[in-house]
């Protein structure tokens, strides 16, 4: 069964950093783009930033300069270095994979179960 498991969110400062780690497991047989939502209470979920399997990287305009999207193909993970980290930085982020599972031919979109991001001080 496939799983998309986020770690390292938390509470920080403005100004401040963290970086976020999304790995991928369970059956996998290609991952495609990978990336990063997130949903900020009472608002509805929005791309923060996208990377593709060659490396070519998107941003939505808001976090661009601050954050930062990486990839290691081999340990199938994704992450998210996030600086100068503002308050409406917060919400949960969610990690996003187009994955292709064993024995099929077709990418399918998988998520991970939301971690949680609070910047305030």
């Known amino acids: 069964q496939v799983r998309l498991v986020e770690s390292g969110g938390g509470l920080v400062q403005p100004g401040g950093s963290l970086r976020l780690s999304c790995a991928a497991s369970?059956?996998?047989?290609?991952?495609?783009?990978m990336g990063w939502y997130r949903q900020a209470p009472g608002k509805q979920r929005e791309l923060v930033t996208t990377i593709t399997s060659g490396g070519t990287t998107n941003y939505a305009d808001s976090v661009k300069g601050r954050f930062t999207i990486s990839r290691d193909n081999a340990k199938r993970t994704v992450f998210l270095q996030m600086n100068s980290l503002k308050p409406e930085d917060t919400g949960v982020y969610y990690c996003?994979?187009?994955?292709?599972?064993?024995?099929?031919?077709?990418?399918?979109?998988?998520w991970g179960q939301g971690t949680q991001v609070t910047v305030s001080s």
């Open positions: 369970g059956g996998i047989s290609s991952i495609k783009d």
């Open positions: 996003n994979a187009a994955i292709q599972r064993l024995s099929f031919m077709t990418y399918y979109p998988y």
